[in-house]
T-cell receptor, first 117, second 113 residues
Framework: NAGVTQTPKFRVLKTGQSMTLLCAQD?????MYWYRQDPGMGLRLIHY???????AKGEVPDGYNVSRLKKQNFLLGLESAAPSQTSVYFC????????????????FGPGTRLTVL | GESVGLHLPTLSVQEGDNSIINCAYS??????FIWYKQESGKGPQFIID?????DKRQGQRVTVLLNKTVKHLSLQIAATQPGDSAVYFC????????????FGKGTLLTVNP
């Protein structure tokens, strides 16, 4: 299994440009997530999905959109990039369980380093 | 909002020593806690997790302790090796959520040979 993969690994954008980051997982996980990581800070949740066709806002959703058209893919879009979106972006996925105490570990991809000039 | 925090942002140890990384959490409704290791240029990697019905869990060279009374979590690494050098993050499941994690800011562990 490849696990969680992300493309591209690096990208440089100019302010106002748009782009899409692709995340793919081959573990048949229901849940998928997009995080950003900035220097000196932990991971912050941008958007997440609890199943194909569903998405929800996380802690820092402004300026981003997502789509989960297929179970194995989760796309993160920047419609009009801003320098404040310079960051490392991580995708993660996890298995779904039901009931209390159902949380399972999240598996992370290798990250995409985005610079917005 | 409530968040997970770390007592020490950096920790330097000698090879072979034991390391202890601490974490404080403030959401008493959280019932799942997890430690991740992140090496430079890589994504976070699972180390060990613990649910709130336990106070201790052991893995290979690692032990996680949970003290719900004082909302404290710690990661102990036995016989620390140079390959253990990384940033370590604790995270909690956002007040009992079944799918969302809240991460702390991380502790940088440096192992000196």
């Amino acid at each position: 299994n490849a696990g969680v993969t992300q493309t591209p690994k690096f990208r440089v954008l100019k302010t106002g440009q748009s782009m899409t980051l692709l995340c793919a997982q081959d573990m048949n996980h229901e849940y998928m997530y997009w995080y950003r990581q900035d220097p000196g800070m932990g991971l912050r949740l941008i958007h997440y999905s609890v199943g194909e066709g569903t998405t929800a806002k996380g802690e820092v959703p402004d300026g981003y959109n997502v789509s989960r058209l297929k179970k194995q893919n989760f796309l993160l879009g920047l419609e009009s990039a801003a320098p404040s979106q310079t960051s490392v972006y991580f995708c993660a996925s996890s298995y779904s369980s039901s009931g209390a105490g159902a949380f399972d570990e999240q598996f992370f991809g290798p990250g995409t380093r985005l610079t917005v000039l | 909002g409530e968040s997970v925090g770390l007592h020490l942002p950096t920790l330097s140890v000698q090879e072979g020593d034991n390391s202890i990384i601490n974490c404080a959490y403030s959401n008493s409704a959280s019932d799942y806690f997890i430690w991740y290791k992140q090496e430079s240029g890589k994504g976070p990697q699972f180390i060990i997790d613990i649910r709130s019905n336990m106070d201790k869990r052991q893995g290979q060279r690692v032990t996680v302790l949970l003290n719900k009374t004082v909302k404290h979590l710690s990661l102990q690494i036995a016989a620390t090796q140079p390959g253990d050098s990384a940033v370590y993050f604790c995270a909690e499941n956002s007040g009992g959520s079944n799918y969302k994690l809240t991460f702390g800011k991380g502790t940088l562990l440096t192992v000196n040979p």
